[in-house]
């Protein structure tokens, strides 16, 4: 019968104790890629349908609390106006260089004008990786110190 070496149960020892924070950290790296691919390909659906395009006008800023803190987010209403005539009002976060009045440009579904975005939507990978960057390179990290070991 064949005996191991003391030193080969460390090595299997330390790459066993090496896997599991590997496999943890790449799968929810992988796991956050794959939803966030999801979501981005719902939201250019949707982008899709916005075939309508207007000038929405800013006409009053307000803050708004954070739930749970004592946080003051600052907002921006605005107002536009669909083809149809229809007056529509949203609130999104307030940008440094607006002003009342300040002209942006909406983009909606006719179909559904409480569908819309402001400005473009573009999604690229960058957009996938980048909430799951802390993971990934953390898993990343493990597995290069398996072949290490």
Known sequence: ME???N??????VTRIVLMIPTLFFLTIALYGIATDYHHIQFEKQRLAARTEVTDGTIIEFHDAWRVHS???????TVTFVTTSGQQMQF???RRSADQI???IR???????????A?????????????DNAFYLVMGVFFLFMLFLV
């Open 7 to 12: 030193e080969t149960r460390k090595k299997r």
């Open 118 to 130: 402001i400005g473009d939507a573009f999604f690229n990978f960058s957009d996938l990786v980048y």
């Open 70 to 76: 004592d946080i003051r987010t600052p907002k921006a």
């Open 3 to 5: 005996t191991v070496s």
């Open 91 to 93: 609130v999104m976060l």
């Open 106 to 116: 909406v983009h909606y579904d006719p179909q559904d004008p409480n569908d819309y």
């Open 101 to 103: 009045g300040t002209k």
